[in-house]
């Protein structure tokens, strides 16, 4: 049974900020209900924007197909049921998750290949993993490994499955994650992982991302020496022959993605997959400053938080009703873009306003350009841990008429 349908679940008091006579309301009636984002819910309030949602998966759809590549995207960012089903709806290979647990969610919500991308040791989580794949066909799970300790963990937990397990070696940087250092070690992992009865050697992995978090020339020669070296531990397993055709090599954040596909791809015989997962809600921010598809036609931002003016106590100051549990800066403050005032919309001009800090409630914006009861629209850096502070969020038109939601399971 999957939970990714329409229709499934219902509007509660545990949906932050929805609107109190929305409770009972049916998932397939939300859109029915009339409701306007900046007049009917509380704030502070998460809103995704549908037409960017559309335009982000067609970007993206479109990169992919003129690359050559494949996409399993990195269903932690959003660990929404309906965007993941969304995802998967659009041919996507598969999802990435980071977890047995995430991996899970993922095939309740309908996916039937899954790529751990992590050292999974998790004993109970594995070994469900693998029983489900015992009993489904259909299913497929992959996960990596980076030392032969790590593959005698997984080898003992799928020695006995009826099919292997597949596992890639994952490359890694130093002082980055987990990844083998070195040539002679991903080779030696390989070869353990061909020899062990209960796995199946699948590809050579790794996260580009741990070179730099901004895009300059020495983190792109970075990325593109750390793919290198995927690609080079790739072609010397397939002439050992340890490797075979349909291996896979795969790496992708949302920041490199174009150099993963001009790297990795044209090994004869293997399958590039990417696994990007922020450019399906994009930001203002982080990866608004660093995405390969910039521009008009690239991403746009999905997701924005509104937020109420409660006090402006002292000139030039301006107290809002969101702060940390409501909205992310680990990748930087949130620009502010817009008030609402009096059923108007107006954009706050660069430099008007600046946030000075956050509190566990509040924001504290340094402006003269608010007053009491106006709303602010904050935009997003980094959009991973701005969702994981909803469990609901309304989907919204270009006229902030709400047209559906969607949850999350963090």
């Known amino acids: 049974m999957t939970i990714g349908s329409a229709g499934d679940w219902a509007i509660d008091w545990t949906h932050k900020s929805f609107p109190p006579s929305g409770e009972g309301v049916r998932s397939d009636s939300i859109g029915d209900q009339g409701w306007h984002a900046l007049t009917d819910f509380s704030t502070p309030l998460a809103v995704l924007h549908e037409d960017a949602l559309d335009h982000n998966q067609q970007a993206m759809s479109d990169f992919c197909s003129r690359h050559g590549v494949a996409l399993a995207p990195h269903g932690k960012t959003?660990?929404?049921?309906?965007?993941?089903?969304?995802?998967?709806?659009?041919d996507a290979w598969g999802m990435t998750a980071a977890t047995a647990w995430q991996a899970r969610a993922m095939i309740a919500i309908g996916a039937t290949r899954v790529m751990i991308a992590n050292e999974c040791l998790d004993p109970v989580g594995l070994s469900?993993?693998?029983?489900?794949?015992?009993?489904?066909?259909?299913?497929?799970?992959?996960?990596?490994?980076?030392?032969?300790?790590?593959?005698?963990?997984?080898?003992?937990?799928?020695?006995?499955?009826?099919?292997?397990?597949?596992v890639l070696v994952e490359v890694g940087e130093p002082d980055g994650r987990a990844g083998v250092r070195d040539h002679d070690t991903g080779i030696a992992v390989a070869e353990a992982i061909a020899g062990a009865a209960g796995l199946r050697l699948a590809g050579v992995a790794g996260f580009e991302g741990v070179v730099g978090s901004s895009r300059t020339d020495a983190t792109e020669a970075a990325a593109r020496a750390f793919l290198s070296r995927i690609r080079t531990l790739t072609v010397d397993l397939l002439d050992r022959s340890l490797l075979s055709a349909g291996a896979i090599?795969?790496?992708?954040g949302s920041m490199y993605f174009d150099l993963v596909a001009e790297e990795l791809t044209g090994v004869p015989g293997t399958e590039v997959v990417l696994r990007s997962g922020c450019y399906l809600i994009h930001d203002h921010g982080l990866y608004a400053d660093a995405t390969p598809l910039g521009g008009p036609e690239g991403?746009?931002?999905?997701?924005?938080?509104?937020?109420?003016?409660?006090?402006?106590?002292?000139?030039?100051?301006?107290?809002?009703?969101?702060?940390?549990?409501?909205?992310?800066?680990?990748?930087?403050?949130?620009?502010?873009?817009a008030r609402y005032r009096d059923g108007h919309t107006e954009s706050i001009p660069d430099g008007a306003a600046r946030i000075r800090s956050?509190?566990?409630?509040?924001t504290i914006v340094e402006t003269s350009h608010l007053r009491v009861g106006d709303l602010v629209k904050l935009g997003i850096s980094h959009?991973?841990?701005?969702?994981?502070?909803?469990?609901?969020?309304?989907?919204?038109?270009?006229?902030?008429r709400v047209r559906s939601a969607v949850r999350t399971i963090f």
Do not use: K
């Open 78 to 90: 959003t660990m929404s049921p309906e965007l993941i089903a969304r995802q998967l709806a659009d």
């Open 128 to 166: 469900w993993l693998v029983e489900r794949m015992a009993t489904d066909a259909a299913l497929e799970v992959l996960v990596f490994a980076d030392s032969t300790d790590a593959v005698g963990r997984l080898d003992q937990i799928a020695t006995h499955a009826m099919r292997p397990l597949p």
């Open 249 to 252: 090599l795969s790496a992708g």
């Open 299 to 337: 991403l746009h931002p999905a997701l924005e938080v509104w937020a109420r003016v409660l006090s402006t106590p002292e000139a030039g100051l301006a107290i809002l009703d969101a702060g940390r549990r409501d909205i992310s800066s680990d990748a930087g403050m949130p620009p502010l873009l």
């Open 358 to 362: 956050f509190n566990d409630q509040h």
């Open 383 to 400: 959009p991973c841990t701005t969702l994981d502070r909803w469990r609901a969020i309304p989907v919204i038109d270009d006229q902030y």
